[in-house]
């Protein structure tokens, strides 16, 4: 009877044992290929300007403008950015930030924008992406210095600059990330988001369970170890509400009210954790998706971005 009893829990710690080892090696592979949808560079960039859009106008303006390419080494890469001087010569600029899986060739509606404004254009492509050097995104937790390095680059060539940073989407968190860092130089004066996240983690378990319906546990947690393994940081520490509550600069955030990818929320939460005393003020456009505000109102995203870069960038 023993020897049965003693069979018995051997066969059950066997397939126990081999169940668990089983839903190992699935989460395993399921982490290796979200990990390289999410995190790993890949050369097809989304997002473009269609020619139905009514500010398919303002890129082809974009493309017949004066630019130069310029280059500067971070961290060992080779980044790549266009530059566009003013109609008018000044020592203000905008650094214009892409966002997941763009290149700067789709901010061209953006660079058209602040050039009519009547700033100096700056436009990087983030690491991993364009003609950037780079495998991995990173979601704003190193293109936060690259950032930096580019506004030190600016203000290297021209002491006299006067700096806004602009980012959409994943650039919008990832400027919003470097208003905090001590390294951002004092010629950056304003901050302007849109569309951007809390933090990656949060972004990541919400597209796990809208796009796929994943929960966030086990596979979410793993993704986000296989960053910290390849990459030396967990999601969580990608966060733009850490950084603003930090923030000393000027901010203007702007969402989409029927955002569902980045949902609406993440404004509210990003403008709650501004520093108390920072100037700061909102947009909720209204109808717009994910990254069309600027094409859904054009009108009010420039007037209201205008406003704010007369008052903090004149």
């Not at 290929?33 to 300007?49: L, M, T």
């Not at 999601?235 to 569902?260: C, M, R, V, Y």
Request: glycine share 4%.
């Amino acid at each position: 009877m023993k020897f049965m009893k003693k069979s018995l829990r051997k066969r059950i710690w066997t397939i126990l044992i081999a169940i668990i080892s089983v839903l190992l090696i699935l989460n395993l592979g399921a982490t290796l290929y979200f990990y390289q949808i999410a995190c790993v560079r890949n050369n097809q960039p989304i997002g473009q300007v269609k020619t139905s859009s009514p500010n398919y106008s303002l890129v082809q303006k974009f493309n017949k403008l004066p630019k130069s390419t310029e280059t500067l080494t971070n961290n060992d890469l080779k980044l790549d950015a266009w530059y566009v001087p003013a109609e008018q010569k000044t020592n203000n600029t905008v650094i214009v930030v892409h966002g997941f899986r763009q290149d700067k060739s789709a901010m061209r509606q953006y660079g058209q924008l602040f050039h009519e404004l009547g700033y100096n254009v700056l436009m990087p492509d983030n690491r991993g992406a364009g003609n950037s050097q780079g495998n991995f995104i990173t979601f704003g937790y190193h293109d936060k210095f690259d950032v930096i390095a580019w506004a030190k680059y600016l203000t290297d060539k021209n002491p006299e600059s006067h700096i806004s940073l602009y980012g959409l989407s994943m650039g919008a968190s990832t400027v919003m990330m470097a208003s905090s860092e001590k390294s951002l130089p004092s010629s950056v004066k304003n901050i302007i988001e849109d569309c951007g996240y809390t933090n990656a983690w949060d972004e990541i378990v919400y597209q796990a369970k809208e796009s796929y319906n994943i929960p966030a546990f086990p596979l979410v947690y793993s993704v986000s170890l296989e960053s910290k393994i390849r990459q030396g940081w967990f999601f969580q520490e990608a966060s733009a509400t850490k950084a603003l509550a930090k923030d000393k600069l000027p901010i203007l955030l702007i969402h989409g009210s029927k955002d569902t990818y980045v949902p609406t929320s993440m404004v509210y939460e990003n403008y709650k954790s501004v520093k108390l005393g920072t100037p700061k003020e909102m947009l909720v456009v209204k109808n717009a998706a994910h990254a069309r505000s600027f094409q859904t109102n054009p009108t009010l995203y420039h007037q209201t971005i205008s406003k704010f870069m007369k008052t903090y960038n004149p």
